[in-house]
């Protein structure tokens, strides 16, 4: 059975460049119920999940952003009563879940007339938010399809290339800084609202700028997620600007020269070639990151290092 709804030729004119609406069928799969969460939960390092509270300002400072202290367990199972925002990373990593977000990213992919060799590094992520929780303004380095599974989701989003509201900068990739970027009330009048009830999606192009809002209940949703191939030579070339800027040398953004840009692509597989070897466990993906990008790579961990 297929898993996505969508016009074709929708598809085919805005794929990876606007936002647009689409259906699916996984509202009631049982991998999204929340005793099944709760075993995923469990089932995961600690750094595979991010939560804390649900009241925040769209334009939260991330250290305004009120921690939770307690686990992540108890987190879901009280999400219905509780004021909570969670994100499960990586649920690619389990075979159920990875078999879903497979199928849903290729049946989207060649709606759109793609081909298989035009995305790779599928990844998911399953946001469980109580009612009236709201994810600040920020954006992602990958193609999105946020798909809605339980109550009701307010997906505000932006002109990608409206450099009034993100910088390049605010679109370098750096692990020490928080995914929140700065947000002014103004920004709201270039917003398009994208309201999404179960079995509705939205696609978000890679680096959209967006906020999130849930519902009257609690909410669970899916960020089903890839690269292209153009997105993986970004991501090098902005990560190692990001990095670069950290050790005070900050760079141009891609596309301003092409030598420069290459030899940051090559520059960033070299020391990837080193490290990813390195990043087996969680306790060295911790240490590696605080080395590379200092004592806030790990803001999301309650216990650093
Ligand atoms: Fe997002």
Redesign the pocket.
Known sequence: MSVVIVDQKIARENFLKKPFRLKHTLANNPLFTLSRLVDLAKSLPSDAIEYNSGKVAIGARPEDVPKIDRSAEDVIKSIETDNAWMVIKHVENKPEYRALLEQFVTEANIAAGRKPSDFSDIEGFIFVSSAKAT?PF?N?AEENILIQIKGDKFVSTFDNDDRALLSEEDLEISPSRHRNRNYETWFEERATLHTLKPGDAVHMPYMIP?WVSTGNTYSISM?MTWKTPEVLRLNKIRLMNGTLRRFGMPQRGPGVSPTMDAAKVLAHDAVRLVIDPLRKTETARRVLRGLIYGKNANYYLKTKP
């Open positions: 994810t920020h992602d967006h960020a």
